[in-house]
Every structure is written in C-alpha cells, then in structure tokens.
C-alpha cells in the first residue's frame, strides 16, 4: 500500500506513453523499445556485479538495444533472425577476445562473456518480438481493405493482456486461497491456487480479446474463442514460468528488485519478468495457427 501512489502514478504517464508509441509504430515505437532493452540488459549486469562478475557492460547494452533496432528494420522473424544471431555471434567473439588482453583466466573471463551474452538475450530478444507482433497485422493482410492503425496495438495487447490479468487472477485468488507453495525457495508467495488461477485469467482474458480483435481483423486466424483460451492457457503457463525466472535471478543475488527506473514497480527485468516468455509465445502461437488455418 505504501508503493500504491508511486505506482498509480506510474502507471498514468507510462499507460499513454506505451499506447502513444504503440499507435504509430516503426521507429517511434522502434527507439524507446531499444533504450529500454539497453537498460534492462544493464540490469542483468548489475546482478552479476553483486556476485563479482563483471560483464562488459557497454557491447552488451549496445547489442541488446541493436537488437530491437534489427527487428523494426526486418519486421519478420525469417528475416531477422539471422541479424539477431550475428549480433549475438558477435558480441560473444568480441568479448572474448577482450577478456584475452584485460581480464586473463584470474578475471573469470567464462562468466564474464557468458552474462554479457545473457544481457541482450534476456532483455533484448523480449523486446524485439515487440515490434515483431506489431508488424504482423500487416505482414498477414488480417485487417479490412482499409486497416485500422491500430491493429498493430491490438496484436501487442494479446499476450500484454493474458500476462497481467492472469497475473491479477494469480494474485487475488492466491491471497485468499494460497496454502500450497508452488516454489517456495524462489518465490514465497506464489501458490499452486495461484498458479490455476493465474492460467485461467489468460485464458479468459485471451478469449475476451478475440471477441474484441476480430471486428477490426477479419483475417486473424484466431477467430474462436476456444482456441483463444487454448493460446492464453498456454500464456499463461509461460508467464509463470518467466516471473519464476527472474524471481531465480533475483534471489541469487538477495535482490528485491531489478532495479528502481519505475518507482513502485522495479526495474526493466521486473517488468520484462513474465513477457520473456510471454511475447514470444505469443508470436509463435499466432505465425503458427496462420500456417495452419
């Protein structure tokens, strides 16, 4: 209760801010993504810091915020995957090859290069499937003969919507039900109760957004709402399994949050926690029912 103004507020800038660069897109939404990306890979470097691995933490947030600009620029994962993986590729030879001259096998050179890989795959990779859902709408003609500039807002909203009101679901009923820990030693509070309920407010709330998305996208390949709530379970199980994997990271290092960029919320990583998974859940699941509808 003491962070519920600090969050409201929050909340009431961040909101707008997310929907504004949502609607227009491109290399408006493209920017913003990508410092946030940078950021959150700083994050992950900070965590290791508290453990003593000094990653390089400059190619490293380059790389992730790189990333996400790759994905604006190739808006399909066939085309950019391959940009992404060379980034990758490149930053782990790069890093390598510095730890040769100025760390030596005393300065945990294998630590230091592995997490300043993890920086831009955790935190960038999330982040470019982003612009990546965004730009399906498009890609796959599923708007009218004059498409609506926000379909690519209503794309991003799926797993964004399966994410927190299953989160919201998970929470409500845990507090008044939760007996039984699901991972006690990561996240205490987190409760099988929770859990189901956590995977059913996605679902619910994926075969809600189908009913909403299919007036404005006639060709989404999403048109049931069973298969819907099929996709949002699944979400949700992915959005469990992200938030339990940061909660790992941060338990590790003895953290509460991430870090402090949104106050009363965390950092990049405490928002990024579930939509790790969630994001590019969500793009597969959509490229795939197309492939097969």
């Known amino acids: 209760m003491r962070d519920l103004p600090r969050r409201l507020g929050v909340a009431a800038v961040g909101i707008p801010a997310v929907l504004g660069v949502l609607y227009v897109g491109g290399w408006t939404l493209g920017i913003p993504m990508a410092l946030l990306a940078a950021l959150g890979a700083g994050e992950v470097y900070r965590l290791a810091e508290t453990k003593g691995v000094r990653a390089f933490r400059w190619p490293g947030m380059i790389a992730a915020g790189g990333i996400v600009l790759l994905a604006v620029a190739h808006p399909s994962f066939v085309a950019f995957a391959p940009w992404g993986l060379s980034v990758i590729l490149c930053l782990g030879g790069l ?41 399906l709408p498009t890609r796959m003609a599923w708007g009218e003969a004059d498409p609506s500039p926000w379909l690519g807002t209503i794309v991003v909203t799926l797993p964004l919507a399966a ?83 940061e909660s790992l990271l941060k338990r590790e290092v003895g953290v509460k949050d991430s870090g402090t960029l949104f106050p009363g919320h965390g950092g990049v990583l405490d928002r990024l926690d579930a939509l790790s998974f969630t994001l590019p859940l969500a793009y597969a699941l959509l490229v795939g029912t197309e492939a097969l509808s």
């Open 95 to 135: 890093t390598l090859t510095v730890a040769l001259w100025s760390r030596g096998p005393q300065g945990s050179p294998m630590s230091a290069v592995a997490v300043t890989v993890l920086g831009p795959l955790y935190a960038g990779v999330t982040v470019a499937f982003i612009p990546l859902l965004h730009a």
């Open 163 to 245: 994410t927190w009101v299953g989160d919201s679901a998970a929470y409500l009923a845990g507090t008044a039900w939760g007996r039984s820990k699901l991972f006690p030693a990561i996240s205490p509070n987190k409760s099988w109760v929770g859990a189901w309920a956590g995977v059913a407010g996605a679902a619910g709330a994926t075969a809600l957004w189908t009913l909403v998305a299919r007036g404005p996208m006639p060709g989404s390949p999403v048109g049931a709402p069973a298969l819907a709530a099929a996709m949002g379970a699944i979400l949700g199980v992915g959005a469990i399994v992200g938030d339990l994997g």
